[in-house]
């Protein structure tokens, strides 16, 4: 059975691990933690929207019932 090597894309292209630079690897190591914090970033973001827009929905009812007790 051949062995197999794992092959990274970068830009329609591939990759041999085996061929690259340390400094190459590195980059590609940074590039990956980046995407994965912009995932968790976004992630976060989309649950402060939905917070955000659950509690200015709340308070805009409140004080709509503010103005029908008056």
Known sequence: MAEQTNVI??????????D??????????QV?????????AQF????IAVALDYFTNELL??????KTDD
Do not use: F, V
């Open 32 to 40: 990956r933690d980046l995407q994965t914090k912009r995932s968790n």
């Open 61 to 66: 009812g409140s004080l709509e019932e503010n």
């Open 20 to 29: 690259l630079t340390d400094k190459q690897k590195y980059w590609i190591t």
């Open 44 to 47: 976060q973001l989309d649950q």
């Open 9 to 18: 894309q970068i830009g329609g292209q591939e990759y041999d691990p085996n």
